[in-house]
């Protein structure tokens, strides 16, 4: 019975968030090595962002009016903010799957039996996720480049700007990946969790400033573009890059998009943390 | 004093159906209970009650001395649970899923690392160590899976039906594993729908049926409640089956039950082997010749069919129903599932009567 009585020994002294951070790390680590063992799944994410850059640029470019310009090539500036925005919000449908996954093969039940942080299976996640969409949008952006996108082309704007840009979409990224969490929680296959994580972020990302000049819609749903909390870091990120196509609007978020695109993100991240958390510690199986 | 695992009256429902019907169990400490039952009869709900995964709906369980309900945290640094499932990280090596486990068992990085070393050397998977599971048989994965449970050595253990859909060698080989941690004193409940595996692992055994714990005893006091044991012979020829139940009825203590089509004849007796052997030169005598015959005792099979009124497990729908692992994720409906079991079971013991 000696073995039982080292290991005792050996076991990491409690305290409640160092140990949440380390289990945190722990599972993130986890599913960062999951990501080298199928790297097609990294690949296939930055395909996607990538195809629709092409397509965006080449195929709508030249019938898309952004203010007074019909300019292919403003429309090219216009559009990147929209699909880095676009991109970091389909991390959800990574996370729904791979925790929805867990669950069906049982690692949830072995996580959970485990003496471990209540919320470090799903902070992990996250925080790998997190990993993930950047290296997505570094690739993305170098594309974006390469097809002609440049930063300052409407107005002035520097690296600071830029980097908060970028800052702000991966926490946009970020509080996504929560609502992802839950759905994976709530559904019963993986499939469910690709397809639940996925089919809500097309009317979210579409009825707003992403990839249209939300200006130029119906009233009824201009409002509803403009109050959507994805069009917020869509125009921060204009702002920031210096890129055409600001909304002009007497909406609070399009007014002060960078403080409305971090309260969304905060809101969201407290608001969908919580209830994945709790849906967890209670996940019957 | 209450052992090592102790619950007194659990219940937990899944909307009308009643899971854990007032589930007692006491297990003493460096013992095995063998809860044995159908699918869906409530084992793997009672399993996942006592490891802190799901609070019972009312009742009481003490597990390691520690308050189940209340210091939840507190019980999963005591025990090791081994799921229907081998819950291992396909996409890891075993090495790295041994040490993530014992860093999450809150030990540090250093001695996590070790211990995996320890583990996969005691489970035979050194060789394997260092590739992803996903290439491991199922036999591996499920000695990886136990050897996960096994990381903090646990007092207590709690294994949900672990040699479901392992082939006989897997079956035998990690009942070598299992028996070799218990003789190191951890206390062990086991649920199984195999009843040779209650019989063989198991000091106590709990027969669970629609919630209920419907039996308790050892394997002897099970089976001597079913009733004695039997002369069974096998005739060469057909023509001898008479003369045999003329030589059977002479010995037995009840009626000779004949089947024709398989030549065999069965009749239970008292007297033990100095019965068989006198059996068998009387037999000799008449010049009747012997495929098979022997003294047997009640299986838990029989235990099981007189106790519930059906088979534990159809045999013949084993493969079929040992691929459906369905039990763990979605209690209630399955527990509809058993139920539709029992129904065949039932029919079954009545075309068996016949």
């Known amino acids: 019975m000696s073995a039982v009585t080292d290991t005792a020994r050996a076991v990491v002294p409690g305290g409640s968030f160092g140990q949440s951070v380390r289990d945190s790390l722990v599972v993130a680590k986890r599913n960062l090595i999951r990501m080298t063992r199928i790297p097609e799944m990294v690949l296939f994410g930055i395909i996607q962002p990538v195809m629709f850059v092409v397509l965006f640029t080449y195929v ?72 993930q969409t950047s290296i997505t949008l570094l690739v993305l952006a170098a594309v974006a480049l390469i097809v002609g996108w440049r930063t300052g082309s409407a107005a002035p704007s520097n ?78 990120c204009r702002e920031l890059f210096g890129n055409p196509g600001v909304v002009q609007s007497d909406a609070w978020p399009m007014q002060h998009p960078v403080w409305a695109s971090v309260i969304w993100s905060v809101l969201i991240i407290a608001v969908f943390r919580t209830l994945a958390v709790r849906k967890y510690r209670q996940a019957d199986g | 004093m209450p052992g090592a695992i102790y619950a007194e009256g659990l219940v937990k429902t899944f909307g009308n159906v009643r899971a854990l019907d007032g589930v007692d169990l006491d297990v003493p400490e460096g013992t095995v209970l063998g809860l044995l039952g159908p699918n869906g009869a409530g084992k793997t709900t009672a399993v996942r009650c006592l490891t802190t995964l799901l609070r019972p709906d009312s009742g009481k369980a003490v597990v390691a001395g520690i308050d189940v309900l209340r210091n939840p945290n507190e019980v999963r640094r005591s025990i090791g649970l081994s799921g229907q499932f081998a819950a291992v990280d396909e996409y890891l090596t075993g090495r790295e899923n041994l040490h993530m486990v014992g860093q999450l068992y809150q030990m540090r990085a250093k001695q996590a690392k070790a211990r995996a070393v320890e583990l996969l050397e005691q489970f035979n998977l050194t060789e394997a160590a260092d590739r992803t599971t996903k290439t491991y048989s199922g036999g591996m994965r499920r000695r990886l899976d136990l050897a996960a449970a096994l990381v903090v050595s646990p007092p207590v253990m709690f294994m ?44 106590d055994i709990c027969v669970v049926d629609h919630g209920k714990v419907i039996a308790r005893g050892t394997s002897d006091q099970l089976k001597a409640r079913t009733g004695g044991e039997r002369v069974e012979v096998v005739v060469q020829e057909r023509e001898h089956i008479a003369t045999a139940g003329e030589v059977l009825r002479g010995f037995g203590k009840g009626e000779t039950t ?97």
């Open chain 1, 60 to 131: 709508f470019g030249g019938s898309m009016q952004i203010g007074d310009s019909t300019d292919p090539g403003v429309y090219k500036d216009f559009l990147m903010a929209g699909i880095f925005a676009q991109t970091v919000t389909f991390a959800t449908a990574g996370s729904a799957a791979g925790i929805a996954d867990d669950m069906q093969k049982g690692l949830v039940d072995r996580f959970r039996s485990l003496p471990m942080a209540r919320g470090a299976v799903l902070t992990g996640r996250t925080v790998a996720d997190l990993v």
């Open chain 1, 159 to 236: 690296a600071g700007e830029i980097l908060a840009g970028f800052g702000l979409l991966l926490l946009l990224g970020y509080a996504f990946t929560w609502i992802g969490a839950l759905i994976g929680l709530s559904v019963r296959t993986p499939e469910a969790a690709t397809s639940g994580g996925l089919i809500w972020l097309f009317p979210v990302t579409f009825v707003s400033n992403a990839f249209v000049d939300s200006s130029q819609m119906t009233p009824w749903l201009r409002h509803i573009a403009e109050w959507n909390p994805f069009s917020a870091t869509v125009q921060a």
């Open chain 2, 160 to 203: 949900d039906e672990p040699t479901t859909g392992l082939d006989p060698r897997n079956r035998q080989q990690l009942w070598e594993v299992i028996k070799q941690l218990v003789s190191g004193g951890t206390t062990l409940l086991l649920t199984t729908q195999y009843l040779e595996e209650a019989d063989h692992l198991a000091h």
């Open chain 2, 258 to 354: 004949v089947e024709e089509h398989t030549r065999r004849l069965t009749v239970p007796v008292t007297g033990g082997a100095k019965l068989l052997a006198e059996v068998i030169r009387e037999l000799d005598t008449r010049g009747i010749g012997i495929d098979d015959i022997g003294l047997r005792r009640p299986t838990l099979d029989d235990v099981f069919l007189s106790l519930t009124g059906h088979l534990a497990e159809q045999r013949d729908e084993e493969s079929g129903e040992s691929g459906e692992s369905g039990e763990n994720g979605k209690n209630g409906k399955n527990a509809e599932n058993g139920g539709t079991a029992a129904t065949k079971g039932q029919k079954r013991k009545k075309e068996d009567a016949k």
